[in-house]
């Protein structure tokens, strides 16, 4: 459980036929103009931006941009209201002897005790301590970059999804097993830590390897409603709205790579409404 919770924080991520690429052409239908479906993974790290000109070209001849949620127009007030418990806390979630190794372990990344983040559900504490050890090569992570390359060019930009939609998938899992998972996440020293399951994620990324990246996030501890509502329930209105934008406008839509695979998945979600899927291959420049 505890390497799902890791993973699934980056890739907020097997059939056969799933690892040719993560750029993806769809047509048919009512699209007037092909659109693009493009798998991201949310880091900094350098690497993840070095595909070739095939990606670019992709996004540049089409209209209109979409992400999972249009992340610079949300309420910052609302953010933080998710992210914390209301009735709840860490040192209520925790034993007294967890909470002060949970507390040495936090001042040491972050310079500040678990005081300070007592309120915040664990999810997202694993969240930020995660990014903090992270490769930031670049000013923004991947899905971001996209939308602000978007905004330079004057796209039409869209969300497939709504903010609520991911922070109910969220609370599907309680915030007993979130602080379960958190402390193990931190403290377990019996198999590869944190920081070596990211450098695997990220290697099967960088190979097109979706069906080992969903085999590496799917564990059947986590809840069968997280799974329900984080993947197979967003996945089906993602698809949604992808299509009634596409239906206006040619559109690149970015959407992490754990969404694309599977038969619940975004492609063959397409293909049983009709749309041609099919993988646009390119090269990554630096590996």
């Known amino acids: 459980m505890k390497h799902t919770f890791i993973l699934v924080l980056a890739i907020i991520i097997g059939v056969q036929g799933f690892s040719q690429s993560l750029l993806w052409k769809v047509s048919g239908k009512k699209m007037k103009s092909p659109s693009y479906i493009y798998g991201t993974i949310h880091i900094q790290d350098k690497r993840v931006f070095s595909f070739d000109q095939t990606v670019t070209d992709a996004f540049e001849s089409c209209d209109a941009f979409a992400m999972e949620i249009l992340m610079d127009e949300l ?15 860490l040192d209520k979630l925790l034993t007294s002897e967890q909470y002060k190794i949970l507390d040495s372990i936090v001042k040491v990344s972050t310079g500040s005790g678990i005081l300070m983040y007592n309120k915040m559900k664990p999810f997202f504490l694993s969240s930020q301590l995660m990014q903090m050890n992270m490769s930031q090569d670049m000013d923004l992570a991947l ?11 004057d796209k039409m930009c869209y969300g497939v999804e709504e903010f609520a939609d991911q922070i109910d998938a969220i609370d599907a899992i309680s915030l007993e097993d979130q602080a379960e998972m958190l402390f193990e996440g931190l403290t377990d020293t019996t198999g590869n830590n944190d920081m070596e399951q990211l450098d695997e994620m990220l290697v099967e990324y960088m190979n097109f390897n979706l069906e080992h990246l969903f085999d590496m996030t799917n564990d059947t501890a986590l809840p069968a409603e997280f799974n329900q509502a984080f993947l197979i329930d967003r ?18 839509c ?14 063959e979600l397409l293909r049983k409404k009709g749309y041609t899927v099919e993988p646009i291959i390119f090269n990554w420049k630096e590996k």
């Not at 899905?143 to 060019?153: Q, T, V």
């Open 75 to 89: 309420d910052q007030q609302e953010i933080k209201d998710a992210m914390l418990m209301k009735d709840n806390s």
């Open 254 to 267: 970015a959407v992490g790579a754990a969404h694309l695979p599977g038969e619940t998945g975004i492609i």
């Open 235 to 252: 996945n089906v209105g993602m698809v949604k709205s992808f299509i009634k934008i596409s239906k206006k406008h040619s559109l690149f």
């Open 143 to 153: 899905d971001l970059y996209f939308l602000n390359k978007a905004r330079e060019a």
